[in-house]
Protein backbone atom coordinates (compact mmCIF):
# COMPACT_ATOMS: atom_id res chain seq x y z
CA UNK A 1 0.00 0.00 0.00
CA UNK A 2 1.10 3.64 -0.67
CA UNK A 3 1.85 5.63 2.13
CA UNK A 4 2.17 8.78 0.63
CA UNK A 5 -1.04 8.79 -1.04
CA UNK A 6 -2.69 8.53 2.13
CA UNK A 7 -0.48 11.56 3.91
CA UNK A 8 -1.82 13.57 0.75
CA UNK A 9 -5.43 12.86 1.01
CA UNK A 10 -5.28 13.61 5.09
CA UNK A 11 -3.48 16.94 4.43
CA UNK A 12 -6.13 18.15 1.85
CA UNK A 13 -8.93 16.48 4.19
CA UNK A 14 -6.88 18.98 7.02
CA UNK A 15 -6.95 22.02 5.00
CA UNK A 16 -10.43 21.67 4.14
CA UNK A 17 -11.71 21.11 7.45
CA UNK A 18 -9.52 23.73 8.51
CA UNK A 19 -10.62 26.58 5.72
CA UNK A 20 -14.46 25.68 6.67
CA UNK A 21 -14.03 26.22 10.41
CA UNK A 22 -12.37 28.97 9.68
CA UNK A 23 -15.14 30.30 7.75
CA UNK A 24 -17.84 29.62 10.07
CA UNK A 25 -16.05 31.38 12.00
CA UNK A 26 -15.71 34.52 10.51
CA UNK A 27 -19.05 34.49 9.16
CA UNK A 28 -20.39 33.89 12.58
CA UNK A 29 -18.27 36.74 13.93
CA UNK A 30 -19.57 38.99 11.28
CA UNK A 31 -23.16 38.15 11.79
CA UNK A 32 -23.15 38.77 15.28
CA UNK A 33 -21.67 42.30 14.93
CA UNK A 34 -23.25 43.26 11.34
CA UNK A 35 -27.13 42.20 12.83
CA UNK A 36 -27.53 44.91 16.15
CA UNK A 37 -25.89 47.60 13.56
CA UNK A 38 -28.18 46.79 10.51
CA UNK A 39 -30.76 46.79 13.17
CA UNK A 40 -30.72 49.67 14.58
CA UNK A 41 -30.08 51.48 11.06
CA UNK A 42 -33.26 50.36 9.89
CA UNK A 43 -34.89 51.50 13.26
CA UNK A 44 -34.27 54.58 12.99
CA UNK A 45 -35.14 54.82 9.24
CA UNK A 46 -38.25 52.85 9.00
CA UNK A 47 -40.80 55.75 10.08
CA UNK A 48 -39.33 58.02 7.19
CA UNK A 49 -41.54 58.18 4.34
CA UNK A 50 -39.93 57.41 0.56
CA UNK A 51 -39.58 60.69 -1.35
CA UNK A 52 -40.31 60.89 -4.83
CA UNK A 53 -36.43 62.31 -5.31
CA UNK A 54 -35.37 58.97 -4.62
CA UNK A 55 -37.01 57.68 -7.72
CA UNK A 56 -35.10 59.44 -9.90
CA UNK A 57 -31.49 59.29 -11.52
CA UNK A 58 -30.03 61.35 -9.45
CA UNK A 59 -31.40 60.09 -6.17
CA UNK A 60 -30.39 55.95 -7.52
CA UNK A 61 -26.95 57.52 -8.19
CA UNK A 62 -26.50 58.53 -4.18
CA UNK A 63 -28.13 55.25 -3.31
CA UNK A 64 -25.72 53.53 -5.73
CA UNK A 65 -22.85 55.58 -4.33
CA UNK A 66 -23.69 55.11 -0.75
CA UNK A 67 -23.49 51.26 -1.29
CA UNK A 68 -20.13 51.32 -2.94
CA UNK A 69 -19.16 53.74 -0.18
CA UNK A 70 -20.56 51.58 2.26
CA UNK A 71 -18.81 48.44 0.88
CA UNK A 72 -15.09 50.11 0.80
CA UNK A 73 -16.08 52.02 4.13
CA UNK A 74 -17.62 49.16 6.58
CA UNK A 75 -14.28 46.32 6.37
CA UNK A 76 -12.36 49.35 7.32
CA UNK A 77 -14.62 50.48 10.59
CA UNK A 78 -15.19 46.73 11.34
CA UNK A 79 -11.66 46.46 11.53
CA UNK A 80 -11.07 49.35 13.08
CA UNK A 81 -13.63 48.74 15.46
CA UNK A 82 -12.44 45.14 16.52
CA UNK A 83 -8.99 46.08 16.88
CA UNK A 84 -10.71 48.89 19.48
CA UNK A 85 -11.86 46.44 21.30
CA UNK A 86 -9.32 44.36 21.65
CA UNK A 87 -6.72 47.08 23.24
CA UNK A 88 -9.61 48.21 25.23
CA UNK A 89 -9.72 44.75 26.36
CA UNK A 90 -6.01 45.00 26.96
CA UNK A 91 -5.80 48.43 28.39
CA UNK A 92 -9.10 46.86 30.71
CA UNK A 93 -6.37 44.00 32.34
CA UNK A 94 -3.74 46.64 32.58
CA UNK A 95 -4.96 49.01 34.58
CA UNK A 96 -6.01 47.10 36.62
CA UNK A 97 -9.81 46.70 36.14
CA UNK A 98 -10.22 50.49 35.60
CA UNK A 99 -13.47 50.53 33.41
CA UNK A 100 -12.79 54.24 32.35
CA UNK A 101 -9.51 53.63 30.92
CA UNK A 102 -11.46 50.67 28.83
CA UNK A 103 -14.23 53.09 27.81
CA UNK A 104 -11.91 55.90 26.80
CA UNK A 105 -10.95 53.23 24.20
CA UNK A 106 -14.08 51.42 23.30
CA UNK A 107 -16.25 54.31 22.82
CA UNK A 108 -14.41 55.85 19.71
CA UNK A 109 -13.49 52.90 18.15
CA UNK A 110 -16.77 50.86 18.48
CA UNK A 111 -19.71 53.34 17.93
CA UNK A 112 -19.86 55.76 15.04
CA UNK A 113 -20.94 55.19 11.46
CA UNK A 114 -20.69 51.76 10.16
CA UNK A 115 -22.60 51.94 6.99
CA UNK A 116 -22.86 55.12 4.78
CA UNK A 117 -26.64 56.60 3.75
CA UNK A 118 -27.44 58.69 0.99
CA UNK A 119 -28.20 61.16 4.04
CA UNK A 120 -24.19 61.21 4.50
CA UNK A 121 -23.66 61.65 1.26
CA UNK A 122 -26.00 64.42 0.96
CA UNK A 123 -24.60 66.51 3.79
CA UNK A 124 -27.46 65.93 6.11
CA UNK A 125 -26.19 63.48 8.49
CA UNK A 126 -22.21 63.83 9.46
CA UNK A 127 -19.46 60.74 9.00
CA UNK A 128 -18.56 59.72 12.23
CA UNK A 129 -15.63 57.18 12.05
CA UNK A 130 -14.69 57.72 15.74
CA UNK A 131 -17.99 57.34 18.25
CA UNK A 132 -19.14 59.61 20.57
CA UNK A 133 -20.41 58.78 24.04
CA UNK A 134 -24.04 59.02 24.41
CA UNK A 135 -25.37 62.50 26.13
CA UNK A 136 -26.76 60.70 29.04
CA UNK A 137 -23.83 59.54 30.23
CA UNK A 138 -22.42 60.84 33.45
CA UNK A 139 -19.17 62.17 33.12
CA UNK A 140 -16.82 60.88 36.03
CA UNK A 141 -15.82 64.16 38.72
CA UNK A 142 -13.36 63.70 41.58
CA UNK A 143 -14.69 64.67 44.93
CA UNK A 144 -13.22 67.78 46.63
CA UNK A 145 -10.57 66.43 49.15
CA UNK A 146 -11.95 66.91 52.74
CA UNK A 147 -10.53 69.54 54.96
CA UNK A 148 -7.75 68.71 58.03
CA UNK A 149 -9.03 70.27 61.01
CA UNK A 150 -6.95 73.18 62.17
CA UNK A 151 -6.20 71.52 65.59
CA UNK A 152 -4.74 68.12 66.46
CA UNK A 153 -7.68 66.14 67.63
CA UNK A 154 -7.24 64.95 71.65
Excluded at 12 to 26: D, E, I, K, N, P
Excluded at 40 to 55: F, K, L
Amino acid sequence: MNVSVNRSFKRRRSFWSSALVLSLVMICSVALIVAPVLAQESSNTSNVPVSSSDATPSGVGIQAGSALATIIYFPLKLAFAVGGGVVGGLAYGFSGGSEQTAKNIWIPSIYGTYIITPEHLKGDKPIRFLGVPARDTVEYTPQEPVPLPLEPIR
